[in-house]
């Protein structure tokens, strides 16, 4: 069974609001206070550093599914071009990592919502595990959808919030004394007051948050017309992610002091509180859930849709194949629901979030490993791409693109080591990766051993 048994109702403006709506979740809206609280001012050097590796990596991987739609996406990619084991590896360990996402997102929606009315959070987060599951069961279409106006409305409160910056900082708001690139440039500690180490912590939340847009590289074998819906969804999501996120970090940089006790609790809120614009910061809390949300529902897809690729190439239980009449991969959503459960309740046993914390630290890391997959895998599959002339999207200076990602991703590794949390979340990635690889490993063993009975 191949990805043209899925059904093809997404259409360019569903891809486009997908891979913004899947990246601005928790990254941005609940973990850019703790970014700037580790780095201070030189979270933007963080920011700037992995933004330019993201956009690098996603030309890389744009160019790939415009090529070759596929719903394992960059899983595929590594398997044609470095073999199945690469294959195996990359696409469960963006399940695993994509699955300990969730707990998180769906939890601090609740914990939001849990304030708002007297019922306690576990009956909320049920509530809306159900009806996230019927989103992604009832069909594609109607899951493009309600992801279009969920990013929707996330990209226009980005929008109202870069407004207010600006005019808190140019003073038409009178919300504070001191905003403006003064705020940032008399930091207290300088422009690095934690030094190399803070970047290096910042680089990793930072990777986290940037995790998500690859969403509609795996969209792709659900879209019409793929080859040219990627193409142009590619192309138009980068520019606007880089907008948003530096342009929210800035604006929270010029308007609080970046070790202000409010951003982690929630960088939004806490500069729309010195705005005194009344509803403005209940409104940004109803964003944020909504952001989160929006990123849960986008997280089931991209999981579900990564198993049953895998099912179907042969890495994974058969039984994720089942479609239902509407051409969605009912078992591989029921599954991905399942383990949110896990995770969601996982989180809450753990009370203080240690285990949960851990694992979610290190889907920065995760990320790091998986694009050096696919910058491998684009060098690799270049020359067979042109040779068959399904190029539609073409990353230029073609092999020093990729190669520039890998040394630079390289970098990263290296200066994540020389922060404890960092180095910490690294070994624990590649750990993690490394059993995943010996999974395949054991399974080809078994399947000789039958082979041979």
């Not at 708002?116 to 279409?141: E, M």
């Not at 207010?164 to 004394?177: A, D, H, K, M, P």
């Not at 089931?300 to 042969?314: E, K």
């Not at 020359?383 to 390289?410: C, D, N, Y």
């Amino acid at each position: 069974m191949t990805d043209t048994h899925l059904a093809q109702g997404l259409k360019v403006r569903h891809l486009t609001m997908m891979g913004l709506g899947s990246a601005i979740g928790a990254g941005l809206f609940v973990g850019s206070g703790n970014s700037i609280a580790a780095a201070g001012p030189g979270v933007l050097v963080s920011y700037a550093l992995a933004g330019v590796v993201v956009v690098i990596v996603m030309s890389l991987l744009g160019e790939l599914a415009s090529a070759r739609p596929s719903s394992g996406a960059f899983s595929t990619y590594a398997e044609q071009a470095i073999g199945p084991w690469a294959g195996y590896a990359v696409g469960w360990s963006y399940w695993f990592m994509l699955i300990m996402v969730l707990g998180v997102e769906i939890l601090a929606a609740t914990s939001i919502m849990a304030t708002w009315v007297a019922i306690p959070q576990w009956i909320i987060a049920g509530v809306l595990v159900a009806i996230f599951a019927a989103v992604n069961l009832v069909g594609v279409r109607q899951f493009g959808e309600l992801e279009f106006w969920f990013a929707a409305i996330k990209v226009a409160a980005i929008i109202a919030f870069l407004v207010v910056g600006v005019l808190l900082v140019t003073g038409v708001l009178q919300g504070t004394t001191n905003a403006g690139f003064d705020q940032i440039l008399s930091a207290e500690g300088g422009f690095f007051p934690t030094g190399a180490a803070g970047v290096a912590a910042g680089l990793l939340a930072v990777m986290f948050a940037f995790g998500g847009i690859e969403i509609i590289t795996i969209a792709a074998a659900e879209a019409k017309d793929p080859q040219t819906s990627i193409r142009r969804a590619t192309i138009s999501i980068m520019w606007r992610i880089l907008f948003f996120y530096i342009g929210s970090v800035l604006v929270m940089l010029m308007v609080l002091p970046w070790n202000d006790p409010a951003l982690p609790q929630g960088s939004f809120v806490a500069v729309l509180n010195t705005a005194n614009i009344p509803y403005a910061a209940g409104l940004m809390e109803v964003v944020i859930v909504v952001a989160l949300l929006s990123a849960f529902n986008a997280q089931i897809y991209a999981t579900s849709r990564m198993a049953y690729s895998l099912a179907g190439r042969g890495e994974g239980p058969k039984r994720l194949l089942s479609l239902s009449s509407r051409g969605v991969p009912w078992v591989a959503v029921m599954v991905s629901i399942f383990f949110s459960v896990v995770a969601v309740t996982a989180h809450a046993i753990d009370g203080q979030g240690r285990v949960m914390g851990s694992l979610l630290d290190a889907v920065g890391a995760f990320l790091l490993i998986i694009w050096v997959m696919i910058a491998i895998s684009q060098i690799r599959l270049r020359p067979h791409l042109e040779a068959e002339g399904s190029l539609r999207l073409r990353t230029w200076a073609h092999p020093w693109l990729g190669i520039l990602a890998i040394v630079a991703i390289s970098a990263f590794c290296v200066v994540m080591l020389f922060d404890p949390t960092g180095r910490q979340n690294l070994l624990f990635a590649v750990v993690m990766f490394a059993l995943i690889c010996l999974t395949y490993g054991l399974r080809l063993r078994l399947r000789g051993r039958r082979s041979l009975q």
